[in-house]
């Protein structure tokens, strides 16, 4: 359940990021490939926003904001520091 969480995790922000041009172009597909080759789910049957709520709740929620990692390529991460309902807009974008 948790290792699973994290790798939903992994291929849905990095999917955001990828549209985001944060992440580099492929770079999702890449995860999710040795997800899928490791037997972890890559997707969720539930938005980010229906998820906000719980994101409020996170440990990783200091003063009202999420630190969110994004990749800027396989293997180097950035922190961005943005409020739930920030990051779940980008779903949409």
Known sequence: PHG???AIGMAVVNGISEKAGIS???STQRIINV???NGLPVSMKTTLNELAPIMKRD???F???LSVVFLKKIGEA???TMTADEF???EVQ
Do not use: D, F, R
Request: hydrophobic letters at 35%; charged letters at 30%; zero cysteines.
């Open 24 to 26: 580099p172009k492929g």
């Open 63 to 65: 003063n009202g904001k």
């Open 88 to 90: 779940s807009a980008m």
């Open 35 to 37: 997800l899928i080759k």
């Open 4 to 6: 699973e969480a994290v």
């Open 59 to 61: 440990k990783k929620n």
């Open 78 to 80: 950035s922190i961005h």
